[in-house]
């Protein structure tokens, strides 16, 4: 059985770090067992007060943060290096029975099951998570933990936290419950991902851009996928274990991308640009509306059931009366999802796009190292010869300045459009 850090790919240096957390985390709880048994006059210890377990960083740890444990983190990282896959792997490990992680007690299963009833996890679905969310968190993460082990909260996309929820979280983060970690994800510590003072109360664990080797690796190892499909698929994906997984395993995912790298060469004339804008934004809204279609109806037909629809009884007109707001918030959250999934999908599309002018660049600029798409390599290459490297270059430009306007809020139509225009006339 292989342990919970076995599926963070390429990440050697974090997992030690975490591993020796976790270590200490395990004698903590085991000093504090001996302190319980122990008669009441001499049960002391950081169990006994209503102080965090740990010293915050950069007090008592000083001398070498590196080994101790601490009650709040931050894991950092592009997107697909698995910075939720590190926190889940830490969460399991703290709730090990063995303090290791070994991924087949009850504490570790549970965990990475998602059922631990001490591991909460916010997974953002909207653009952003709100204050009451944080709040409702916050305060059941305070409890004593059921499993008498730790309290741990995970937040995914911790860059998407309201300004309001943010401070929410830091009065946590400040005076931290006994028994309670936070595990935040984020893609940086830059002040726009997080707070400076909520970066500062934490430890950060930074995550790199797994080696496509390693990428490919885990995928024949745990998915089962042919050698040479894994390692056309990590290369594909840059360095994404997640997509690089949907690229080896759904035809879909790889039709799309196909569609993607037939872009450049479809972009003849002002018409086209525009076509291939359209083709592009509906393609990425089409997958997203598969994505979150599902889960929107079975949301719905649940709340419904809730709320009693078609009740008759006492009540059912009172029911009713709330039920319209219940359903009207519900429908914000899916709105809300939606054009989540659908940035996403788009955004996805746009670095397999930059990936392929990428490699114009490199070509043209006869630069000693692989290929992001080995598939399109000789359509990058007569780009190369045709455009030279500055022509490649602007055209990469442009499609990195299309994810910055979208992420600032450029309507993704318009964005596209722009870059479309860009890519034909260079
Ligand atoms: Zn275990």
Known sequence: MPDVFADLVGQDEAVIELRRAAAAAAATIL??????????????????????????????????????????????????????????????????????????CPGCRTTMGGTHADVRLVVPEGLSIGVGEMRALVLRAASTPSGGRWQLVIIEDADRLTEAAGNALLKAIEEPPPRTVFLLCAPSTHPDDISVTIRSRCRVVPLRQPPAA????????????????????????????????????????????????????????????????SALIEAAEAEAAASVTEADTTERAALETALGAGGTGRGAAGAIRGAAGQ??????????????????ALDRALVDLAGFYRDALTMALRAPVAPVHTDTAALAGAGAQKWDAEGSLRRLEAVLACRAAIEANVKPRIAVEAMMLALWKG
């Open 31 to 104: 000093r504090a067992g001996v302190a319980d048994r122990a008669p009441a006059s001499v049960a002391a210890g950081p169990a006994g007060g209503d102080e965090s377990a740990f010293p915050a960083d950069g007090a008592a740890t000083a001398a070498d943060p590196s080994t101790g444990m601490t009650h709040a983190w931050i894991f950092t990282g592009p997107p697909g290096s698995g910075r939720s896959v590190a926190a889940r792997a830490f969460a399991a490990a703290l709730q090990c029975v063995h303090g290791t992680g070994c991924g087949d």
């Open 327 to 344: 359903l009207k918030e519900l429908e914000k959250r899916q709105k809300s999802r939606a054009t989540r999934a659908q940035r996403d």
């Open 214 to 277: 390693a990428v490919a690796e885990v995928l024949v190892r745990r998915d089962g996928i042919a050698p040479d499909v894994a390692q056309w698929a990590a290369a594909a994906a840059q360095g994404h274990v997640g997509r690089a997984r949907r690229l080896a395993r759904d035809p879909e995912a790889r039709k799309r991308r196909e569609a993607v790298l037939a872009v450049p060469r479809r972009l003849t004339g002002v018409g086209a640009a525009f076509d291939a804008a």
